[in-house]
């Protein structure tokens, strides 16, 4: 029975965990002595998974001696390589475990711009690019086409 008990927490999640509890007590009688014991594990698991779940990436702090909270260390490569590789600055700033506006606020100190990314293509460069991928992908859509851009180097 105790096998059954945890494979419907574990396959149920959380919210519906206690209606089982009840559902399995009022048809097993003997179950009802055991139900604190099932909600305490149950919590101290969720507990448990609360604390083990932020296992990502933090920035450092960098601690310079001054007043006032610590900045993250944020370098210039990485928000770089992130930018290069198509990242939002909301993703960026999940990634880095910082806020939004630490992204930018770094982007700004390092003189970096989404703009900056973006290539320098005429209208007629585009529309002959265009007409590359759609001659070889009729029915493709926009991410298809820029991704078939990207990986002819264009």
Known sequence: MSVKIWQIIWLSGWKSLYGHILRLTASHPNLREVEPLICEAARNLRAF????CNDGYE???????????PRFEVSRAQLEYLLQNGFFGTQIAQILAIS???VRRRMR???LSVK???????EEELDNVLQNVLRDFSNCGYRRALGEHKSRGQ
């Open 109 to 111: 100190e390092f003189d």
């Open 49 to 52: 998974e609360r604390l083990s």
């Open 100 to 102: 939004l506006s630490t």
């Open 116 to 122: 900056a990314l973006y290539s320098t293509f005429s």
């Open 59 to 69: 920035s450092p702090l960098d601690y310079s001696g001054r007043v006032g909270r």
